[in-house]
């Protein structure tokens, strides 16, 4: 910060100084802006994920629709992108081996498969028939909720938006939507208000309940699959009775226009 008006400064990787009247951080999980306003260090899931794209030369057939599965520790999703291309991840605990496997795109298959035996058979030969050069393997970090409600997302004119602000667990496939709504009310905010501080705050104000409570359903569902303790289930079948009812009441939500 500029110690004579408080303004942000950015100095880039090639030496290049920018005096900035606000900064938006959207630097995804190991963000730099995150760590500059002061949030705290994301927590590591026991969880990993491998995903990648199937592209279907004459097309799929699947419904338009984020398909979840879920056996025993394993969740298995897909998502149709167009009429040829499928987007799939399959979230499990993560072993000793994952560490050597992250580049490794034969480990990552051999992987994905092994962890989905007896799930339908599309899905088996969804993931075998897949773009390689797609694949992905990676441990979960996220922000618990918790620190969500508290957390100071500001520093002078300085925020964050996307994974930067509230990266979580995959378990709902609503990370990239989140996002957007972010850049949505973020503009909306910025060209109503004439202070920076004051759009800011609106900003954060519109967007801290919506992710407390998205989070809160992710880390639910993540806890369901994480754990094998019979109470830290049932609090969690609890909450989603009690809370989210509606399993698809998320998608629904209206973050407004422009």
Same mark, same amino acid.
């Given at each position: 910060?500029?110690?004579?008006?408080?303004?942000?400064?950015?100095?880039?990787?090639?030496?290049?100084?920018?005096?900035?009247?606000?900064?938006?951080?959207?630097?995804?999980?190991?963000?730099?802006?995150?760590?500059?306003?002061?949030?705290?260090?994301?927590?590591?899931?026991?969880?990993?994920?491998?995903?990648?794209?199937?592209?279907?030369?004459?097309?799929?057939?699947?419904?338009?629709?984020?398909?979840?599965?879920?056996?025993?520790?394993?969740?298995?999703?897909?998502?149709?992108?167009?009429?040829?291309?499928?987007?799939?991840?399959?979230?499990?605990?993560?072993?000793?081996?994952?560490?050597?496997?992250?580049?490794?795109?034969?480990?990552?298959?051999?992987?994905?498969?092994?962890? /989905?035996?007896?799930?339908?058979?599309?899905? !088996?030969?969804? &993931?075998?028939?897949? %773009?390689?050069?797609?694949? @992905?393997?990676? +441990?979960?970090?996220?922000?618990?909720?918790?620190?969500?409600?508290?957390?100071?997302?500001?520093?002078?004119?300085?925020?964050?938006?996307?994974?930067?602000?509230?990266?979580?667990?995959?378990?709902?496939?609503?990370?990239?939507?989140?996002?957007?709504?972010?850049?949505?009310?973020?503009?909306?905010?910025?060209?109503?208000?004439?202070?920076?501080?004051?759009?800011?705050?609106?900003?954060?104000?519109?967007?801290?309940?919506?992710?407390?409570?998205?989070?809160?359903?992710?880390?639910?569902?993540?806890?369901?699959?994480?754990?094998?303790?019979? /109470?830290?289930?049932?609090?969690?079948?609890? !909450?989603?009775? &009690?809370?989210?009812? %509606?399993?698809?009441?998320? @998608?629904?939500? +209206?973050?407004?226009?422009?």
């Amino acid at each position: 910060m500029d110690p004579l008006t408080s303004l942000p400064i950015l100095q880039l990787h090639d030496g290049t100084v920018i005096k900035a009247k606000v900064v938006i951080g959207c630097d995804g999980v190991n963000s730099v802006i995150a760590n500059f306003i002061g949030l705290k260090p994301l927590k590591q899931s026991t969880m990993g994920g491998a995903r990648g794209f199937t592209n279907y030369e004459n097309g799929h057939g699947f419904s338009p629709e984020f398909v979840t599965i879920r056996k025993g520790h394993v969740l298995l999703g897909r998502y149709p992108i167009d009429h040829n291309l499928v987007f799939w991840f399959v979230a499990r605990p993560i072993t000793p081996q994952d560490l050597t496997m992250s580049k490794d795109t034969t480990k990552i298959i051999s992987s994905a498969l092994e962890s /989905v035996k007896g799930f339908p058979r599309e899905m !088996l030969e969804m &993931i075998q028939n897949c %773009d390689v050069d797609s694949l @992905t393997f990676n +441990d979960t970090r996220y922000r618990a909720p918790w620190e969500l409600l508290n957390a100071r997302f500001r520093k002078g004119t300085v925020t964050v938006a996307g994974d930067a602000m509230h990266v979580m667990g995959p378990f709902l496939g609503q990370g990239g939507s989140i996002a957007l709504e972010d850049a949505i009310v973020l503009a909306r905010c910025l060209a109503t208000q004439k202070r920076a501080e004051v759009a800011l705050d609106q900003y954060i104000g519109e967007r801290r309940m919506r992710l407390v409570q998205i989070s809160t359903k992710t880390y639910a569902i993540g806890a369901l699959l994480e754990t094998s303790s019979v /109470v830290v289930k049932l609090l969690c079948i609890v !909450l989603m009775v &009690i809370f989210f009812r %509606d399993r698809l009441g998320h @998608t629904r939500y +209206d973050c407004g226009r422009l």
